[in-house]
Structure formats: C-alpha cells, structure tokens
C-alpha cells in the first residue's frame, strides 16, 4: 500500500513543479511585455511540461487503481504500459537537461526578483530532477508491476516521435515571444536555424535512438521482475527497510546463476 503514497506524493510534486515553471513564464512575459497566449501556449508545448503533466495522470491513475485493488496482482497491463510510455521519456528529460541544457537560462532571468528565482529552481530541479530519480526507483522497485510484450516498444517510441513531429512542425509557424525572430524551438539543439537542419535532425535521431534502447530497459527490467516476483514471492513487494539486503541478494542471486554448458 505504501507504493500508493509513493506515486501520489510524486505527482503532487511534479504538480507543484509545473505550476512554479508556469508562475515564472506568466511573470517573465508580464515583464518582458510579450504575449501571454503565445508564452503559454509554447510552454505547454514543452516536452518536459506534456511529459510532467502525462506523469501527474499516470501515477494517479496507477496510485487510484492500487488503493482500490489491495494485494498481490499484477498492474492492468493498461497501466503497466502508461507507466512504461512516461518513464522512458522523464529519465532521458533528466539526461539530455542536466547534459545539455543546465545551466543556460533565459537572459530575462538576470532580472528576476527573488521569489521567481526560487520558483524557476523549484521547477527545473523537480522536473529534471526529483522526477526522473522518482521513475527509476519505480521502474527497480515498485510492488505489482507487470511486465510488457516487446511490441509495447512501438508505444513507448511513438510519443516522443509524434511530439517531435509536432514540435518541428510548429517551430516555423510560430515567432519568439520575445520578438528575436519569426520561429519557436522549445530547445536549442532543434533550432535549424542555430546549426542547420543537418545538426537538428542529427540530435533528433540519436535521441530517438536513445528512447529505443531505453524502452527495451525499461521493458527488459519489467519482464525480468515480473517473472523473478512470480518465483520468489516472499520479496516481490519492497520493504524499505530491507531495500539494502534486497538488492545484494539480487545479485548475489546473478553472480551465482548456474551457466550453461561451456562450448569448449
């Protein structure tokens, strides 16, 4: 029961951080003198904000149905793959941010009065943070998680496929709010007009490619946990105080696995 509480206090978190980044841009704009129906429109266009705001539902919707489902049975396989379609996309969000893009604010954040500083760090390190940990400690440990068919791959890859699409789409046909040029691109990396389509679509492939592997991760771990939790039922649930002696007798169970017959 107490992974109900786990995932509700990590939406009510991711929550808290989509409301601070909307607080900071509404503020910026006001400042700035931009329009505010273009500043949020291209803030909920974020592949952070659209993969936070899917998390918050996808954890509360997971959380609900375990508080009205007490016991042992596997996730509905509906949850098990909504689950899986954000996880993958929060835990890269954390990499390519914390790689990439920390520690390149927006020049009208100089300006910034002191309450929309903390706000713009509550938000960054929340959603770039604290929710992708969250998702991985999820993905190792969460009780009753069912595992997926290698198709749900196709699942997991096509959201972030269609927000690119969407994203690259759009970034010709809307202007800067902040009047700099006739285009919008939520990230530097996708801008071709930074480095050229070329280089744009170079980071595009080789994030998509980085969703693919994670996603056979993240459905590899799932299948191997669901089968280790159906032979070993005495630790398929996790009590945090025994997490430590859990994990090394994980692998302690991996490092003494009989190998097949040598091919010598």
């Known amino acids: 029961m107490r992974w109900v509480w786990f995932r509700v206090a990590a939406a009510i978190v991711a929550g808290t ?13 006001m400042r700035d003198g931009q329009d505010l129906g273009l500043v949020l429109a291209n803030y909920f266009s974020m592949f952070t904000i659209v993969s936070s705001i899917l998390s918050i539902v996808v954890l509360s919707v997971a959380a609900h149905w375990m508080r009205r489902h007490p016991g042992t049975s596997p996730e509905p ?21 914390n790689v990439l893009l ?7 954040a100089a300006t910034d009065p002191l309450w929309v500083a903390n706000l713009d760090s509550w938000a960054t390190e929340t959603l770039h943070v604290v929710l992708p940990a969250y998702f991985v400690f999820d ?24 927000w690119t699409i969407y994203t690259m789409l759009r970034g010709e ?12 691109y939520p990230y530097g990396f996708l801008d071709p007009h930074i480095a050229g389509y070329g280089s744009a679509f170079g980071y595009i492939g080789g994030i998509l490619f980085a ?7 993240i459905i ?36 003494h696995r009989p190998s097949g017959p040598s091919a010598g």
């Not at 920390?102 to 009208?108: D, H, Q, T, V």
């Open 17 to 29: 951080g989509v409301l601070a980044g909307l607080l900071v841009n509404v503020d910026r704009a």
């Open 77 to 97: 396989a509906g949850i098990a793959l909504a689950i899986a379609a954000v996880t993958g996309p929060v835990i890269l969000l954390g990499v390519v941010f």
């Open 102 to 108: 920390r520690g390149a604010p927006p020049a009208i």
């Open 139 to 162: 993905l190792l440990f969460a009780s009753r998680r069912r595992g997926l068919r290698w198709g749900s791959l196709a699942v997991i890859v096509s959201y972030p496929l269609v």
């Open 173 to 184: 046909l809307v202007p800067n709010p902040d009047g700099s040029a006739e285009w919008w």
């Open 211 to 217: 969703f693919l592997l994670l996603g056979v991760a």
């Open 220 to 255: 590899g771990i799932g299948r191997s946990r669901e089968r280790y939790a159906a032979t070993h039922p005495g630790v398929a649930r996790l009590r945090i105080g025994a997490l430590p002696g859990q994990v090394v007798a994980w692998f302690r169970r991996l490092r």
